[in-house]
Nanobody
Framework: QVQLVESGGGLVQAGGSLRLSCATS????????MGWFRQAPGKERDFVAV????????EYADSVKGRFTISRDNTKHTVYLQMNSLKPEDTAVYYC????????????????WGQGTQVTVSS
């Protein structure tokens, strides 16, 4: 079993930055791809970024490329999402997720999810 706990969300002005963290428990973290997704009110859950188990591969949604950076520290069992140049349209609940095998931007392929952390960007 893998448990995921997000933190670091909050209220920030447009143009500001936040760093989200996702702490995990369980022995499978180091072998899992980790993804960040977000869901705005009334909308579907969208892919934001994913990082391979080794950290050697990453992928981003077009809407966040150049602004967001995903990283991981396998010694701390934690994955991060550095968000810069935030825009009001980035407002959403952000979720981290673990995929035990492989690497995907498809939320349906993920095995474990955190509870989410709210990010609100004011204009």
């Amino acid at each position: 079993q893998v448990q995921l706990v997000e933190s670091g969300g909050g209220l920030v002005q447009a143009g500001g930055s936040l760093r989200l963290s996702c702490a995990t428990s369980g022995r499978t973290f180091s072998g899992s791809a980790m993804g960040w997704f977000r869901q705005a009110p009334g909308k579907e859950r969208d892919f934001v970024a994913v990082i391979s188990w080794s950290g050697g591969s990453t992928e981003y949604a077009d809407s966040v490329k150049g602004r967001f950076t995903i990283s991981r520290d396998n010694t701390k069992h934690t994955v991060y999402l550095q968000m810069n140049s935030l825009k009001p349209e980035d407002t959403a609940v952000y979720y981290c997720a673990a995929k035990l095998w492989g690497y995907s931007s498809d939320s349906a392929r993920y095995d474990y999810w955190g509870q989410g952390t709210q990010v609100t960007v004011s204009s």
